[in-house]
């Protein structure tokens, strides 16, 4: 019998952490309100509580027009769309991020050219773009990951010099700011997600900020099929669908912005106490703080292992043993898209991959990405924003957990255990086993 939990020791931690998500009598008036009124849908678009909340979302973010939409996916369509994406045009995107970030770019039949991260912060290395950027380049699309900000001052200027649109994917950046405006403020649009997982929710829901009105007139347009918005300044025509969102989501989704900053606090308390616990241990590193990230949002708390420095012993060890000490925690939460299972990337099914091309591009085999396949298959460690939420006792039970398992970080070595096994797992396989985590 070992030390750690894994080999058979008492566990850091048998409590559960603070329950996610967040609701209060907000909500649940709310919900009674629109019950009530029997308006619960998307139309006539936007209807009244999501036209507010968005109005206040872009406010909260200093951005003049905010809709809110069926997911974060879609919002990503729809601003590429709003931004005038044509076919074949190419998106120069992150290697490291979901799926989802990359999906709509295809849909749209355009073409994701894949950068790499900066192994600083796991965003799109801005010093990267300015060689991926060709003649069929159309937009910018940096990711802001888990509580990091791309380098948006040189995204910015390399978009001027080449006349390309910044679409900010803001899915991890609920009221983060930079330079003190807030996430999707600074690019030319910015897209949120509201799924479960994310700093405010509504089980599924999706958001768009901009101050270009044409930009927003032609969002509101894709989002509400094809018709013209009402203001129609600009006349736009164009085939769209229906990514409205409902109003019963629309009024979680206020109460859920007014909780935010607060739960900001006490996460940011939280993460930078673990950090003061885990900085200096050996073998541990962390993402680089940047003077011009002026708000941090924190979607997960992310720092890095560093196999060499504990004679490789995989990271998917130390990750079975933290979760069996009851720390939540995960490290393929993202692989370069590339080389995901969940991107089944046939050329012949996306023409911009084909059509007028002497050879199918192949996405799968076009890009190599160092940083982000060390950061995905060796070095990250993810772990939920939601267990900040709780106390001080709590965040240190998580920095026991992690001290722990690196003082006896030999009972891993050649281990097998089922927890180990799950943790190797990427996001496609594992649905299969994996109990419903939010
Ligand atoms: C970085 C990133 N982009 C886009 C999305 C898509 O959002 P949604 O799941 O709401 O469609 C997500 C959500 O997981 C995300 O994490």
């Given at each position: 019998?070992?030390?750690?939990?894994?080999?058979?020791?008492?566990?850091?931690?048998?409590?559960?952490?603070?329950?996610?998500?967040?609701?209060?009598?907000?909500?649940?008036?709310?919900?009674?309100?629109?019950?009530?009124?029997?308006?619960?849908?998307?139309?006539?678009?936007?209807?009244?509580?999501?036209?507010?909340?968005?109005?206040?979302?872009?406010?909260?973010?200093?951005?003049?027009?905010?809709?809110?939409?069926?997911?974060?996916?879609?919002?990503?369509?729809?601003?590429?769309?709003?931004?005038?994406?044509?076919p074949r045009d190419e998106v120069i995107v992150p290697a490291y991020t979901w799926e989802g970030t990359v999906g709509p770019v295809l849909l749209l039949n355009a073409v994701p050219v894949f950068v790499d991260i900066d192994p600083e912060?796991?965003?799109?290395?801005?010093?990267?773009?300015?060689?991926?950027?060709?003649?069929?380049?159309?937009?910018?699309?940096p990711v802001h990951l888990a509580m990091r900000f791309a380098d948006l001052d040189e995204i910015c200027r390399i978009a001027k010099a080449h006349n390309l649109v910044v679409i900010e994917d803001c899915a991890h950046a609920h009221g983060?700011?930079?330079?003190?405006?807030?996430?999707?403020?600074?690019?030319?649009?910015?897209?949120?997600?509201?799924?479960?997982?994310?700093?405010?929710?509504?089980?599924?829901?999706?958001?768009?900020?901009?101050?270009?009105?044409?930009?927003?007139?032609?969002?509101?347009?894709?989002?509400?099929?094809?018709?013209?918005?009402?203001?129609?300044r600009f006349q736009h025509r164009l085939i769209g669908f229906n990514y409205r969102i409902t109003e019963l989501q629309a009024v979680i989704l206020d109460a859920q912005l007014k909780r935010l900053p607060k739960q900001a606090k006490v996460?940011?308390?939280?993460?930078?106490?673990?950090?003061?616990?885990?900085?200096?241990?050996?073998?541990?590193?962390?993402?680089?703080?940047?003077?011009?990230?002026?708000?941090?949002?924190?979607?997960?708390?992310?720092?890095?292992?560093?196999?060499?420095?504990?004679?490789?012993?995989?990271?998917?060890?130390?990750?079975?043993?933290?979760?069996?000490?009851?720390?939540?925690?995960?490290?393929?939460?993202?692989?370069?898209?590339?080389?995901?299972?969940?991107?089944?990337?046939?050329?012949?099914?996306?023409?911009?991959?084909?059509?007028?091309?002497?050879?199918?591009?192949?996405?799968?085999?076009?890009?190599?990405?160092?940083?982000?396949?060390?950061?995905?298959?060796?070095?990250?460690?993810?772990?939920?924003?939601?267990?900040?939420?709780?106390?001080?006792?709590?965040?240190?039970?998580?920095?026991?957990?992690?001290?722990?398992?690196?003082?006896?970080?030999?009972?891993?070595?050649?281990?097998?255990?089922?927890?180990?096994?799950?943790?190797?797992?990427?996001?496609?396989?594992?649905?299969?086993?994996?109990?419903?985590?939010?």
């Amino acid at each position: 019998m070992g030390k750690l939990a894994i080999t058979g020791g008492k566990p850091v931690r048998k409590k559960p952490f603070a329950a996610w998500p967040v609701y209060s009598q907000d909500e649940a008036r709310g919900l009674q309100r629109v019950l009530a009124s029997r308006n619960w849908g998307g139309f006539p678009f936007p209807n009244k509580i999501a036209d507010t909340f968005a109005q206040k979302f872009a406010r909260f973010h200093r951005a003049k027009y905010g809709m809110a939409v069926a997911n974060g996916t879609v919002a990503i369509e729809i601003a590429l769309k709003a931004a005038g994406i044509k076919p074949r045009d190419e998106v120069i995107v992150p290697a490291y991020t979901w799926e989802g970030t990359v999906g709509p770019v295809l849909l749209l039949n355009a073409v994701p050219v894949f950068v790499d991260i900066d192994p600083e912060t796991y965003c799109l290395d801005a010093r990267l773009i300015e060689a991926a950027v060709t003649p069929k380049t159309r937009v910018i699309l940096p990711v802001h990951l888990a509580m990091r900000f791309a380098d948006l001052d040189e995204i910015c200027r390399i978009a001027k010099a080449h006349n390309l649109v910044v679409i900010e994917d803001c899915a991890h950046a609920h009221g983060g700011k930079w330079r003190s405006k807030g996430a999707g403020a600074t690019g030319d649009l910015g897209c949120f997600s509201f799924q479960s997982s994310k700093l405010m929710t509504a089980g599924e829901g999706g958001g768009i900020i901009t101050s270009n009105p044409e930009f927003y007139e032609r969002a509101q347009s894709y989002t509400n099929c094809g018709r013209a918005s009402a203001t129609d300044r600009f006349q736009h025509r164009l085939i769209g669908f229906n990514y409205r969102i409902t109003e019963l989501q629309a009024v979680i989704l206020d109460a859920q912005l007014k909780r935010l900053p607060k739960q900001a606090k006490v996460r940011q308390a939280n993460m930078d106490h673990i950090e003061k616990r885990l900085r200096g241990t050996p073998g541990l590193a962390f993402l680089k703080k940047d003077k011009r990230q002026t708000r941090t949002a924190a979607y997960q708390f992310v720092f890095k292992y560093l196999p060499e420095y504990f004679g490789g012993i995989p990271r998917a060890a130390v990750l079975g043993a933290l979760q069996m000490e009851g720390i939540p925690c995960d490290g393929l939460f993202y692989e370069p898209v590339y080389r995901s299972a969940l991107f089944h990337v046939d050329p012949c099914e996306w023409p911009a991959l084909s059509c007028g091309r002497k050879k199918p591009l192949d996405l799968k085999t076009s890009f190599h990405c160092p940083v982000s396949e060390r950061a995905a298959y060796e070095e990250a460690i993810w772990l939920p924003h939601h267990i900040f939420l709780g106390s001080k006792k709590d965040t240190d039970d998580i920095a026991d957990a992690v001290l722990k398992v690196c003082a006896n970080i030999e009972e891993l070595r050649g281990l097998k255990h089922p927890a180990i096994e799950v943790k190797a797992m990427g996001r496609a396989e594992r649905p299969r086993i994996e109990k419903r985590q939010w």
